[in-house]
């Protein structure tokens, strides 16, 4: 597709649910990235697929999270028994044979646990 | 210690005015630089990569400074619309991922 597609673009779901959260990266980037951003927070990283190489995890901040890519394009992240803390919005970014191009975010998914 | 660490702001300038910000990160490893613009409730933007020789991209003036390990970011003739957050961003060039510094904001005063 011609950018970074995210869905949902909202979601508020109670607290103890588990939600999906999708991202369909730029056709034929290669590396994937989630970060997720509170409110007036700076970007903090969850995971980061490249390839077929196994995904960097060390940003996921509790096992409630998992992320997984198939097929080395779509991927979805996981939130298990959400709690209030997790409320926040959820970006995920692409981006094409590595670091020196810079990467292309998506317009977010924006999680509300009430 | 941060890896990339920002001076929050925030910045109110003038229309017209000179701005300047500036970015520091903690390892000397670090390849790739960038600048990114986020504005309010949006997804942040790439700006510019910030090159070894520094450029510029009309307005706007990226510089790289390795042995002090900051790079900076300078607009000229300031804009109502360049009001907005901007995000230094350094990568290792390992693979794993970049690292975000907290952002700068920069309100545009008519």
């Known amino acids: 597709g011609a950018g970074v597609s995210q869905s949902p673009s909202n979601k508020v779901t109670e607290k103890g649910k588990d939600v999906e959260l999708r991202c369909d990266p730029i056709?034929?980037?290669?590396?994937l990235y989630w970060y997720r951003q509170s409110l007036g927070q700076g970007l903090e990283f969850l995971i980061y697929f490249q390839g077929n190489s196994a995904p960097d995890k060390s940003g996921l901040p509790s096992d409630r999270f998992s992320a997984e890519r198939t097929g080395g394009s779509v991927s979805t992240l996981t939130i298990q028994r959400t709690q209030q803390e997790d409320s926040a919005v959820y970006l995920c970014?692409?981006?094409?044979?590595?670091?020196?191009?810079?990467?292309?975010f998506g317009s977010g998914t924006r999680l509300t646990v009430v | 210690r941060k890896e990339v660490e920002q001076d929050p702001g925030p910045f109110n300038v003038p229309e017209g005015a000179t701005v300047a910000f500036n970015c520091t990160y903690s390892?000397?490893?670090?390849?790739?630089f960038f600048w990114y613009r986020q504005d309010c409730r949006k997804e942040p933007k790439l700006l510019m990569s910030?090159?070894?020789s520094g450029n510029e991209d009309g307005r706007f003036t990226a510089q790289l400074n390795r042995a002090s390990q900051y790079i900076s970011l300078l607009i000229r003739d300031s804009k109502l619309s360049d009001s907005a957050t901007y995000l230094c961003?350094?990568?290792?060039?390992?693979?794993?991922?970049?690292?975000f510094g907290t952002g700068t904001s920069l309100t545009v005063i008519p």
């Open positions: 056709s034929g980037h290669t590396a």
């Open positions: 961003v350094v990568s290792l060039y390992t693979g794993n991922q970049f690292y």
């Open positions: 970014a692409s981006t094409f044979r590595g670091e020196s191009y810079g990467y292309t």
């Open positions: 910030v090159y070894s």
């Open positions: 390892n000397s490893a670090s390849q790739s």
